[in-house]
């Protein structure tokens, strides 16, 4: 066995995140890597969700369409995923809730009401049920229980063996003799990445899918010295944020599409007076209120070009939780570096999805950023060869910070004069040189799979994950774009010069990245596109690129 | 009196000044420079102020005093001013809104750091009109205000502002006006040296577009002189109410209306510790444990 896909399906409520999650961390244990995809309407009880989790020798950072497991706690799961089924998938069902030709049943509600369980027991049968079909050791899944419930553990553990009890064994999933890691996601990676980086604020009004990162914070507040902030609004967030990074300390926003768009001035701001902070920007679908549990890749020229007047900006999308965790903290440093605002591109498929990770801490490190050392005769914006001003903060004897909204001159002073208003842009926008160069020595640009092909798929952010995987399965390149902004034009003539076919792949309706490529000159030939709110699966997209070249 | 007079200047800047001759922002300004000035001989350190401005034609005073400060955006001088006082709770952090910003596009900002009692001082530079866009409406203008958007006069009833700091939970609420700078200097220092949000509307007529000088010279009157309790909510509301922002008719006190103690945002969110130059070991191999 190579690799296997399972599916728990039921109503909103019944924990199904909790099951997906414990059966991953099982298979985990068990030596597997893992990918857990959730997915989840905008309501709290009621309505239809489901994990898919697929567990594989190789290393995975996406899912498949087809399922060999399925549990229904409900009808509508064996309806909405019908086609994900077919005549080897185990299908295990409550017999009190639904019909089904074949399978395994097992009355679960039944057994739990029987047993007097709290309902969210399901869970834990679920998972015992899992252990018995693939012949794990229920040591394990005992074991997993106690330390997963600190609460509640006689009842889950009851449970557990009940489901371990009433399923059968169908097959057998050996156990691999590989070290478990860290199941992580996107949203986790990104709050260590910046932890690492020295980060010491978050400030976040809750928005579907950024919220996981103030809750992480919250929860790991004495663990990683991270103080978090829920203000009135996500114009007062930024703002917060730009007022502790004014006064010397590393600080960070997250939110989606709505929120961002509410932080635009603050984002303006943060271009003009120089104020490095760091937004995290976690798309869902749009536009407006759109699709809000559901994920896009949306909101790409959104976060390029958000915030009036022109200003340098550093924009950022990494593709699965070992890059959330160091672009976000390579990128927490760099905007401390060059005082400017940075965006973390995410979106609810990464920010949501669980990865095994493998991360190295080392990955990220805090540089010091230039500080004035005299004592006295500070200049908040004092021309320099790069752009780049020392920073100096308020409390800091005889030197007087001047921050400022307003074109100013070195000392921070409001100037409408033409040519100091020209000399203080020009100072700004060589920091993009200064930037460009050290961009250079980074890994702006990933390249996988076969790397002479000369079909070449491109893409950014979440799709990385299936992207890789489909390019090896295909045996052609995939090019990644991990940095956007500055657009690293120098590394993709490397990597695009050979190319017959450059195929964009987007999880959006327009192709924006195909827009960004053809400004810069480069001729993406296809664009394989998908915006129906849901990620591409490995399955799905190997079906349309062989639909395009064939 | 005479011989404590300080000298004000050494906290003047090279902008050049582009406020209206006669603005009473001249005023406040030196008020402002010379209660800095005497804080600072009552062991206050000058590199501790932070003055933060919104837009507006009050906001230029942030140019005009050589301390650190922070010229911000209209509205949102208050979450800029939360964000530094939590970096640093060591700073004294004064805010300076107009009407406009505070009234009308950050009211939620206001009532927010009222409720909260974030340990900041804001100064609303209240002249009842957009002043620096030509003269229109404000949230405090009264009805039938005649501006360039309302040439037949506005149609929305003001609020009042210290009625609503009241009731939203801020632990010092004054007014004071700019026509009496000895007045203005007093309790602005006491609501610098208040701890946790204190807020200080400052009547002030704007020489250009709404002038009432000659109403506020008539009906102004002190709360000090007729031994205002202001630690008795109902009290503070009641006085509070009396005059309703129109143009016409109420006495207009002035003075602090209420002040309490109360536990500031800063210590419930800090807890004690600092964020700025914090060193904690961070333990992210635990939690990385705890995701196996």
């Given at each position: 066995m190579k690799e296997i896909s399972i599916l728990i399906g039921g109503q909103a409520g019944e924990g199904i995140k909790q099951g997906g999650n414990l059966i991953a961390r099982l298979f985990n244990r068990y030596g597997w890597n893992v990918f857990v995809y959730e997915d989840y309407p905008s309501l709290i009880k009621g309505g239809h969700n489901f994990?898919?989790?697929?567990?594989?020798?190789?290393?995975?950072?996406?899912?498949?369409?087809?399922?060999?497991?399925?549990?229904?706690?409900?009808?509508?799961?064996?309806?909405?995923?019908?086609?994900?089924?077919?005549k080897e998938t185990i299908v295990v069902y409550d017999p009190q809730e639904t019909e089904y030709k074949r399978g395994i049943k097992i009355e679960m509600d039944k057994i739990i009401q029987e047993q007097k369980l709290p309902s969210f027991t399901k869970n834990t049968l679920v998972l015992g049920a899992t252990a018995k079909i693939l012949n794990i050791n229920f040591g394990l899944v005992k074991k997993l229980i106690k330390e997963v419930f600190k609460n509640y553990q006689r009842e889950n553990l009851l449970a557990a063996e009940l489901g371990y009890n009433l399923a059968p064994n169908i097959l057998n999933l050996p156990r691999l003799r590989k070290a478990p890691k860290p199941l992580l996601t996107g949203n986790e990676a990104i709050a260590l990445g910046a932890a690492k980086a020295g980060l010491k604020l978050y400030v976040a009004y809750p928005m579907t899918p950024a919220t996981s990162i103030l809750h992480f914070f919250a929860h790991y507040e004495d663990k990683l010295g991270v103080k978090t902030v829920q203000p009135e609004n996500e114009i007062a967030a930024v703002l917060i944020a730009e007022g502790a990074a004014y006064a010397g300390v590393r600080s960070m926003v997250g939110t989606s599409g709505g929120g961002f768009a509410l932080m635009n001035e603050a984002l303006s701001m943060a271009g003009q007076a120089e104020i490095p902070v760091l937004f995290i920007l976690s798309q869902r679908v749009g536009p407006s209120t759109g699709v809000p549990t559901?994920?896009?890749?949306g909101d790409l020229l959104f976060a390029l070009n958000a915030g009036h007047g022109e200003f340098q900006r550093i924009v950022a999308a990494p593709g699965n939780t070992r890059q959330a965790f160091y672009l976000t903290g390579e990128v927490l440093d760099l905007v401390w570096k060059y005082q400017m605002?940075?965006?973390?591109?995410?979106?609810?498929?990464?920010?949501?999805?669980?990865?095994?990770?493998?991360?190295?801490?080392?990955?990220?490190?805090?540089?010091?950023?230039?500080?004035?050392?005299?004592?006295?005769?500070?200049?908040?914006?004092l021309f320099t060869e790069d752009g780049v001003s020392s920073l100096a903060f308020p409390g800091t004897k005889n030197n007087v910070v001047k921050a400022t909204s307003y074109e100013h001159d070195e000392y921070g002073i409001t100037t409408e004069d033409a040519q100091r208003i020209k000399k203080m842009i020009d100072k700004r926008a060589k920091k993009k040189e200064a930037l460009i160069e050290e961009l250079k020595k980074k890994e702006t640009v990933k390249v996988y799979g076969n790397k002479r092909s000369k079909i070449v798929l491109i893409g950014w952010g979440s799709t990385q994950g299936v992207l890789e995987e489909v390019a090896e399965e295909l045996k052609v390149k995939f090019v990644q774009i991990q940095y956007l902004e500055p657009f690293p034009k120098w590394e993709l003539e490397k990597v695009l010069?050979?190319?017959?076919?450059?195929?964009?792949?987007?999880?959006?309706?327009?192709?924006?990245?195909?827009?960004?490529?053809?400004?810069?000159?480069?001729n993406p030939t296809r664009k394989i596109l998908k915006y129906d709110a849901r990620p591409f699966t490995t399955d799905e997209l190997i079906k349309k690129i062989w639909q395009e070249i064939k | 009196m005479a011989r404590n007079k300080i000298d004000s200047s050494i906290l003047d800047t090279y902008a050049q000044n582009t406020w209206c001759p006669g603005c009473f922002n001249f005023v406040i300004e030196g008020v402002v420079k010379e209660a800095i000035l005497e804080l600072t001989k009552k062991g206050l350190k000058i590199e501790d102020f932070v003055l933060v401005s919104g837009i507006g034609c009050h906001a230029k005073i942030v140019d005009y005093i050589n301390t650190n400060s922070f010229y911000s955006i209209h509205g949102r001088v208050i979450p800029v001013a939360t964000g530094i006082k939590l970096a640093n709770p060591n700073l004294k952090v004064i805010g300076f809104e107009g009407d406009g910003d505070a009234y009308n596009e950050g009211i939620a900002h206001l009532v927010s750091a009222a409720r909260k009692n974030t340990d900041i001082t804001v100064v609303i530079h209240d002249n009842r009109v957009f002043a620096l866009t030509t003269g229109q409406y404000t949230a405090t203008s009264p009805i039938g205000f005649k501006g360039k958007s309302t040439p037949q006069g506005s149609l929305e009833r003001p609020f009042n502002p210290i009625e609503l700091m009241i009731a939203s939970g801020a632990t010092f609420v004054a007014r004071s006006y700019a026509g009496n700078p000895a007045h203005l200097k007093r309790i602005l220092k006491k609501a610098i040296e208040h701890k946790g949000f204190s807020f200080v509307e400052v009547l002030q007529p704007c020489v250009s577009f709404f002038n009432p000088a000659k109403f506020y010279n008539e009906k102004i009157y002190k709360l000090e002189d007729i031994n205002h309790n202001s630690s008795n909510y109902k009290e503070a509301l009641a006085r509070a109410r009396e005059w309703d922002y129109s143009d016409s008719k109420g006495d207009i006190p002035i003075g602090i209306f209420y002040q309490v103690q109360r536990t500031t945002y800063e210590e419930m969110i800090l807890k004690g510790k600092k964020l700025l130059n914090s060193k904690i070991s961070q333990k992210f191999q635990e939690i990385l444990r705890e995701k196996i």
């Open positions: 994990s898919i989790i697929r567990a594989a020798r190789k290393p995975i950072k996406s899912h498949k369409s087809k399922i060999d497991i399925l549990f229904a706690f409900n009808q509508d799961t064996l309806k909405i995923h019908q086609k994900r089924i077919d559901y994920t896009m890749q605002p940075g965006i973390i591109l995410s979106d609810k498929h990464l920010s949501e999805s669980t990865f095994s990770t493998e991360i190295d801490l080392r990955e990220v490190k805090m540089e010091k950023p230039k500080l004035w050392k005299e004592k006295g005769g500070y200049k908040r914006y010069k050979n190319a017959a076919e450059i195929i964009d792949v987007e999880n959006n309706s327009t192709g924006q990245l195909a827009t960004i490529l053809r400004s810069h000159g480069f | -």
